[in-house]
């Protein structure tokens, strides 16, 4: 079934070049590879507190806040209300601690699992209600480390997988792009297939 397909397509992550390789900031990865692909450029627009690509072409427009992760529904809503994007019509991408590395997952709504990027989100639209898509980093084992784990990079053979998710997400950006959100999600929800020698 197709729906209406994203206008917005949101990467999360914090700001600054220390964080650049950490493992928060996986959505901004996604998000500068898409941007890439498209042939996007992100520039800073200060009044959407992020970086900001469109795409009339595609009909598109990435954002990356640099509010800092706690902060970012500020710059989401910002965006969102000047170009009048619904909430299902935006899609967040994030890393996500309850899958591992090399896994993906795509839902629409639901809680926030105590990211606080999408808390922040789902606060300043008044509703769960938006696609997101999930990019997993693993867990530490001990919540008393989720901080710091998600604020350093990723293991080597951790990036790889990562790294290698990303690019299995990007290969479904023809559908998302189509609404054919059904369909991705079901590519993007599958174990990828151990890789033979």
Known sequence: MTQAPPKLIVGLGNPGP??????????????????????MSLSRESRFHGLVGISR????????????????????????????????????????????????????????????????????L??????????????PGDRNQVADYVLHRPRKEEQALIDESIERALATWPLIARGEWERATQ???????????
């Open 187 to 197: 590519q993007l929800n599958s174990k990828p297939k151990p890789k033979t020698a």
């Open 126 to 139: 008044s509703t769960p209600d938006y696609w997101r898509l999930r990019i997993g980093i693993g867990h």
């Open 18 to 39: 220390e964080y650049v390789e950490t493992r928060h900031n996986a959505g901004f990865w996604f998000c500068e590879q898409l941007a890439r692909e498209l042939g």
């Open 57 to 124: 072409q595609h009909g598109v427009t990435i954002l990356l806040p640099q509010t800092f992760m706690n902060r970012s529904g500020l710059s989401v809503v910002a965006l969102a209300h000047f170009y009048r994007i619904l909430p299902s019509e935006i899609l967040v991408v994030h890393d996500e601690l309850d899958i591992p590395p090399g896994q993906l997952r795509m839902k629409c709504g639901g809680g926030n699992g105590g990211h606080n990027g999408l808390k922040d989100i789902s606060a300043h």
